[in-house]
Structure formats: structure tokens, C-alpha cells
């Protein structure tokens, strides 16, 4: 990087990029944005990440917190885009896990489960050697914005008819992941409960699921590393119930109506709701038994 660029980076995060161990460039990326199953990452690199970027100062960051300040103080002074370019070449591979999280619960928490479900799994998969697609570190992350809580989006404009280009990305890699038959769509269930009340979450697990043509055994959900006992009956209950016209009316998103638009377009909401909470359901009961089981 020029002189003249690196004197703009803030003195109190100097290269922070290469001390979480990413790349201090980008790297010349073979592939396009949209063969997005090449841009998985290894989950034991996002453990570390995570760990290294909750230092003692910022524990508890949200994933839409620790993608912030990846963005801020690791894109920007790489002069990069997106962070899986800065991700040595080691750490990546084809995808054959879609991550859906919730932007306002903990990433540690997040991170933690997707290795859970891995070591759990029946498919027996090694954190090590799997490699997940996760929409903070493969999309374009320039758009995220500080003041939306319920996720990414672009700067805040007029309503519109049309999806933002995060979400507009997300659907298509959606789409693209999910005609794939290797991958399967991961939603966490984290401790706080925002996934089930967060109409993108919903939506992108909603995708994942709807072209895929329904297969149950596509779709799981990855718990907590630590709950309480009574966490996946409560989750179970919840997901079984889901109502996403509900959850849609609550969210503050202000896509939130647009994203129930789009997916009453394959069927009525009241079908897709019992689709979903079915599948969910059901991926939670089966993440319980295994993890017993193992």
C-alpha cells in the first residue's frame, strides 16, 4: 500500500489486518463474485478470528459489530473489498455450508455453533477441513452500514419495491447454493432469540430451503455450544408457531415487508411459515439428539 494511503489509516488500529492474520493485500482472486461455493472459509479460521478480535476490550461484539470493525480497520486499510480475499489460501475452499446468523446476536456464540454442528453432525465433518460460505466475509462488504440493527444494508433511502444490493446478492447466492446438492443451509440457533424474530434471517434461511425443493435434510440448525436445558424445547416451540407475517410486522428492517412480498410470491405466507418452522423444528430436534448421541 502507498505511503500516501497507509498515512490515512487511524494510529490507534495500525495494521490490524495482519495481526488477526489476514493477508495485508488482496490477493489475485481466480474466481468471480458469482461462483460464490469457492468462497468458503475454514471454521476454525473464523474461531480464531473472532478470538483474536475480541480482545479483552470488545467482548460480546454482535456479528453485524465484529463485521463493522472488520470492514473499518481491516478492508479499508488493506484497500480490499471483501475479506475473503484477504484470507490466505490455505484457510479456503468450496463451500459445502451456507451460514445464516443473526446480525444482532453474538459472533463468538454464532462461530461457536457452526463448529459445534460440524464436530456433531451426522455427516461427520471436520471443523478444520469444512469449509462454510458466510455472507460477511464472501459478499462485497462496502454497503454495511452502522445504524440498520436488523442487518446489512445500503445507506438509508426512500422505500423502494426492489431488494437492497446486499439482499439482492444474498438471494442470488442463495439460489445458486442451494441448486447445488453438497450444500446445506446452516441457521444458528442463537440463545437470544434473534434469529427467529429477524425477518432477513428467516428470509435467507427461507431461500435456502424453497429452492432446494423443500428438503428437510437440507436445512439444519446449529446450537449453542452452552444453552440451558430447556433452550431447544423453547426453540422447538417457537419455530413450530413461526409466523412470518408476524415477525415481518415487528421488524424494524425496512425491507422487512419486501422480503415477505418475495417469498409470498412461491406460496401464501401462512404455508411458507409452517414450511420453514417445520424444517427448523425438526434440524433442531435432530442437532439435539446428535449432539447427545456424540
Keep these: 500500500m502507498a505511503a500516501m494511503e497507509m498515512a490515512h489509516i487511524p494510529s490507534q488500529f495500525p495494521r490490524l489486518y495482519q495481526v488477526l492474520g489476514f493477508l495485508d493485500a488482496p490477493r489475485a ?74 446480525w444482532g446476536a453474538p459472533v ?38 452502522p445504524h440498520i440493527t436488523n442487518g446489512p444494508a445500503t445507506a438509508a433511502s426512500p422505500a423502494t419495491t426492489s431488494l437492497d444490493a446486499w439482499a439482492q446478492a444474498l438471494a442470488s447466492t442463495a439460489r445458486q447454493l442451494a441448486a447445488d446438492p453438497s450444500m446445506t443451509t446452516v441457521v444458528v440457533a442463537d440463545t437470544g432469540g ?6 432477513r434471517c428467516m428470509w435467507e434461511a427461507w431461500a435456502g430451503l424453497a429452492h432446494s425443493g423443500y428438503d428437510p435434510l437440507r436445512l439444519a440448525v446449529a446450537l449453542p455450544a ?29 425491507l422487512a415487508a419486501q422480503l415477505l412480498w ?7 405466507v401462512q404455508r411458507e411459515s409452517i414450511e420453514l418452522g417445520s424444517a427448523l423444528a425438526r434440524a433442531a430436534r435432530l442437532a439435539a439428539h446428535e449432539q447427545v448421541a456424540l
Design 29 to 102: 482472486s481466480i474466481y468471480g463474485q458469482s461462483i460464490s461455493k469457492q468462497h468458503g472459509v475454514s471454521c476454525q479460521w473464523l474461531l480464531s478470528i473472532i478470538s483474536n478480535l475480541e480482545d479483552g476490550k470488545d467482548d460480546g461484539l454482535s456479528v453485524l459489530q465484529a463485521a463493522l470493525k472488520l470492514r473499518d480497520r481491516v478492508l479499508v486499510a488493506a484497500g480490499a473489498s471483501r475479506l475473503w480475499d484477504l484470507v490466505p489460501k490455505e484457510h479456503t475452499g468450496p463451500a459445502t455450508v451456507r451460514l445464516v446468523h443473526a
Design 108 to 145: 463468538a456464540e454464532s462461530m461457536q455453533a457452526l463448529a459445534e454442528h460440524l464436530q456433531h453432525d451426522s455427516a461427520g465433518n471436520d471443523p478444520s477441513t469444512t469449509y462454510a460460505w458466510v455472507d460477511f466475509v464472501a459478499l462485497d462488504n462496502c454497503g454495511l452500514c
Design 194 to 199: 434473534h434469529g427467529l424474530h429477524s425477518m
Design 226 to 254: 452452552k444453552h440451558d436445558k430447556g433452550f431447544v424445547g423453547v426453540y422447538v416451540a417457537a419455530a413450530t408457531a413461526l409466523d412470518l407475517g408476524a415477525v415481518a410486522a415487528a421488524d424494524a428492517d425496512p
Design 262 to 268: 418475495d417469498m409470498s410470491k412461491v406460496a401464501s
